[in-house]
């Protein structure tokens, strides 16, 4: 039975201390892992102080952090966690019910941290090609068999789309579930560059990705 799987939550972190301790309460009655790429605030000490396994990267690399974290975690099912995003209540329960539905991997729905109405239809527009297109990206909690992952090899060693290949690659496989009931996602990285800018950087990078352009490159430029 699916229900007696183990899920293990895995949350790359870099200087988080801000969110760290609200999406950890969110992952209830589960396995979790942090996984620090070399943090220079208090975020692995909250982690420790909320009794919470911390394993150390040697890069700040999310690929590598996640990979890193899966290769410890003993639960049958793996669920990326980014350290700004909190899991709904019961989302185990939601996740056991997605993987036992004969699909391959899965995410929730988002919902960004934030009363701005033009926020609403960024969402509209994320669930949209979630459901669509079967393209979730990492801010959706991306959950899916812990063999499978390890079968595909884990995380391609990217500098900055890393989730966006693996989904890629799951989508070969078979079905990607988008649970309805959506992760709550913070709203810095939309109130730092404003809305539309964040559209166009998000759009333009995966297209450049699309053309095989040097994910390095990518990187350099998306994190200008």
Same mark, same amino acid.
């Given at each position: 039975m699916i229900h007696s799987a183990r899920i293990s939550v895995i949350i790359p972190v870099l200087n988080e201390a801000e969110n760290i301790a609200a999406t950890i309460a969110s992952t209830k009655n589960v396995e979790v892992i942090v996984v620090d790429g070399g943090s220079q605030d208090s975020?692995? $000490?909250i982690v420790k102080d909320l009794g919470v396994k911390v394993l150390v990267s040697n890069t700040a690399s999310r690929a590598q952090q996640m990979n890193a974290g899966a290769q410890t975690a003993t639960g049958e099912i793996l669920l990326f966690l980014h350290a700004d995003t909190r899991l709904p209540i019961q989302?185990?329960?939601m996740?056991?019910?997605?993987i036992a539905s004969?699909?391959?991997a899965g995410a929730f729905a988002l919902r960004i941290d934030s009363a701005l109405w033009r926020l609403?239809?960024?969402?509209?527009?994320?669930?949209?090609?979630s459901?669509?297109?079967?393209?979730?990206?990492?801010? $959706?909690?991306?959950f899916l068999k812990a063999h499978l992952f390890h079968e595909l090899g884990g995380f391609a060693n990217l500098p900055i789309m890393?989730?966006?290949e693996l989904i890629c690659c799951l989508r070969r496989r078979g079905r990607i579930a988008i649970i309805s009931t959506p992760v709550i996602t913070s709203k810095r990285r939309w109130q730092k560059l404003g809305i539309m800018q964040t559209i166009f950087i998000n759009q333009v990078a995966i297209i450049a990705y699309l053309l095989s352009i040097s994910p390095q490159k990518i990187a350099n430029w998306y994190r200008r």
């Open positions: 975020t692995v $000490q989302f185990d329960t996740v056991y019910r997605a004969n699909v391959v609403r239809l960024v969402e509209m527009g994320v669930n949209m090609r459901r669509i297109f079967a393209l979730p990206y990492g801010d $959706q909690a991306i890393e989730d966006f």
